[in-house]
Nanobody, 125 residues
Framework: QVQLVESGGDSVQAGGSLRLSCTASGLTYNINSMGWFRQAPGKEREGVATIYTATGRTYYADSVKGRFTISQDNAKRTMYLQMNSLKSEDTAMYYC??????????????????WGQGTQVTVSS
């Protein structure tokens, strides 16, 4: 079982930046990827960015390409999401996830079996 703790959510104005962090503890040998998902009120949870823990290969949703960057520090067992040029539509609860993503399709909620509690990002225009 992997425990995930997110931090870094805040309220910012449009055009601003935030960096989210996710620290993992517990057994991580059986996961191959970590990712960020977000969920806005009344909407389904959607994948934002994913990273393969062994290779560093990344995936981004079209809506955040060029603005968000996912990275990891394996020594600290921490994953980051640098979010720049934030828009009001980025407002959501952001969740850290760990699991096994095969990379054959866009990351889905069902690909990840471990979840953090979420951190709120609010972008005002």
């Amino acid at each position: 079982q992997v425990q995930l703790v997110e931090s870094g959510g805040d309220s910012v104005q449009a055009g601003g930046s935030l960096r989210l962090s996710c620290t993992a503890s517990g057994l991580t040998y059986n996961i191959n990827s970590m990712g960020w998902f977000r969920q806005a009120p009344g909407k389904e949870r959607e994948g934002v960015a994913t990273i393969y823990t062994a290779t560093g290969r990344t995936y981004y949703a079209d809506s955040v390409k060029g603005r968000f960057t996912i990275s990891q520090d394996n020594a600290k067992r921490t994953m980051y999401l640098q979010m720049n040029s934030l828009k009001s539509e980025d407002t959501a609860m952001y969740y850290c996830a760990a699991g096994n993503w095969l990379g054959l399709w866009s990351p889905r909620v069902s690909d990840f079996s471990n979840w953090g509690q979420g951190t709120q990002v609010t972008v005002s225009s």
